[in-house]
């Protein structure tokens, strides 16, 4: 009866990825296909440019930033690496993210990190607490710019903060390093805060980064930026947890699109989403190329 379970379980995972997929492209082809005309009117002129610029350049630095957020997690399971080759390594790494499966980066991570003779366990496990500690940052982001009291949101955001305390984590830790006798016992040495504080700077960065994006098609209110870092919170966050969608394509774009429709015209809202989709993929397309470089120049670092 078990293995019917998990046999039907792995069928029915590439049915569910087709679904949403299917779903989230319907809705983005309906929604250009009702706009289209008002998204071709649209045009960008040297200050926009200038924007996008400013856009690209603030996401990039996001990008480099989050490679030194992940090497302070090894740090915290007594790994001892720099920021530069963490730098370097997610950004070389960050593009598979795009391939089917969306874990190739992950992999990319791992291999790189067992090269410094890091145990795959603790490589695993710091590729883990990344994205845990970014869905945290995102649910506080969420919170803070909704303006409202989200009890739910709350509960969820302070039981993962008490969740990653090594008090509850290290326990948990020790039990699975007890399954197989040669692994390391994998602990975390402190409450891991500046990682998180560093995942909140990273998505601070990128909001910033979308910001400036809607800049380049639209002026902006001080009233209006709530609205934005929200609308970018969730739409980043779920693209982020939504399973089997390559760099979450479609999903940040339909729940954006969803989030801000009501309050900026549609026709300017699907070329900011378009522009900023494009923006991130060139921030990380020249991170991946200048760590690259970097590497060739200096194979030490």
Aim: glycine share 8%.
């Amino acid at each position: 009866m078990l293995r019917l379970w998990i046999v039907n379980r792995k069928q029915l995972k590439p049915f569910l990825r087709g679904l949403i997929l299917a779903a989230v492209l319907f809705f983005l082809l309906k929604t250009l296909a009702n706009h289209w005309r008002e998204v071709a009117q649209i045009r960008i002129d040297a200050a926009g440019i200038a924007c996008l610029t400013i856009a690209l350049g603030i996401t990039l630095f996001a990008h480099i930033f989050a490679g030194y957020v992940w090497a302070w997690i090894l740090k915290l399971l007594s790994y001892r690496v720099s920021g530069a080759w963490g730098a370097k390594t997610y950004l070389t790494t960050n593009l598979a993210k795009y391939l089917p499966g969306n874990i190739w980066h992950f992999y990319g991570r791992i291999s790189a990190a067992t090269k410094l003779k890091i145990p795959v366990e603790a490589a695993t496990l710091s590729i883990l607490l990344e994205p845990l500690l970014m869905v945290i940052a995102g649910c506080l982001f969420v919170l803070v710019g909704s303006g409202s009291i989200a009890w739910l949101q709350i509960g969820i955001a302070i039981a993962m903060l008490i969740a990653i305390h090594p008090i509850f984590l290290n326990p948990i830790l020790r039990q699975v390093s007890k399954l197989k006798p040669s692994t390391s016992i994998l602990r975390l040495e402190k409450y891991p805060l500046l990682p998180l504080l560093g995942e909140i700077g990273f998505l601070g960065l990128r909001s910033i980064g979308f910001v400036f994006a809607v800049l380049a098609l639209r002026t902006v209110n001080w009233g209006d930026l709530p609205l934005l870092v929200t609308a970018f919170s969730w739409a980043w966050l779920l693209g982020l947890i939504t399973p089997g969608l390559p760099g979450g394509i479609g999903v940040f774009e339909a729940v954006a699109i969803a989030f801000l429709s009501r309050s900026f015209p549609s026709g300017e809202i699907l070329a900011i989403v378009a522009l900023y989709r494009l923006v991130n993929t060139l921030a990380e397309t020249l991170g991946a190329g200048l760590a690259w470089i970097d590497d060739r120049l200096f194979p030490q670092d």
